[in-house]
């Protein structure tokens, strides 16, 4: 696997919501975290914050059912991306995404995902407890990304 990869540390989230913030800033000139490609999941009865992001899967799902083909692999970078030029605005993406990553912007009607700020993700530069890191693929493991979508899904099914 090539290229870097944005990995969270649940255990140091404070839930302070810097990184959607911060990212919203950097997107659309506005502080606005509607609008944000990161996203912090709260479970306050438990103390656990979990910043969620796209997880650019081997096999996305979301680019397989995109119609128009905006969502796509970045085989070189080793990430999915969305062409907003060619987003309709259907959702179908964000309806087949595991991990909740693609997100609509209701302000410009397209789906918008993690880019990782075009490999200078500002999530990383301004979470001050170092809950967001950016790291080699190979270093971050594939590991340690399973342990955040694993720990999101029991989260998620003891909510429900």
């Not at 080699?136 to 594939?142: H, S, Y």
Request: contains cysteine; positive net charge; proline residues 4%.
């Amino acid at each position: 696997m090539n290229g870097k990869v944005i990995v969270v540390d649940h255990e140091k989230c404070t839930g302070c919501r810097q990184c959607e913030m911060v990212c919203s800033v950097f997107h659309t000139g506005a502080s606005n975290p509607a609008r944000s490609r990161i996203k912090v999941v709260k479970w306050e009865n438990v103390g656990l914050y979990l910043p969620t992001t796209c997880m650019n899967c081997e096999k996305p799902f979301c680019v397989e059912v995109c119609p128009t083909k905006a969502c796509h692999k970045d085989v070189e970078h080793q990430r999915v991306l969305i062409d907003k030029d060619k987003c309709i605005g259907c959702k179908t993406c964000i309806i087949a995404c595991p991990f909740g990553a693609p997100l609509f912007d209701s302000v410009e009607r397209v789906s918008i995902k993690c880019d990782y700020c075009d490999g200078d993700p500002q999530c990383v530069y301004f979470c001050e407890m170092k809950a967001v890191y950016y790291a080699e693929a190979d270093r971050a493991g594939l590991k340690r990304k399973r342990e955040t979508a694993t720990k999101l899904s029991e989260l998620m099914q003891r909510s429900v």
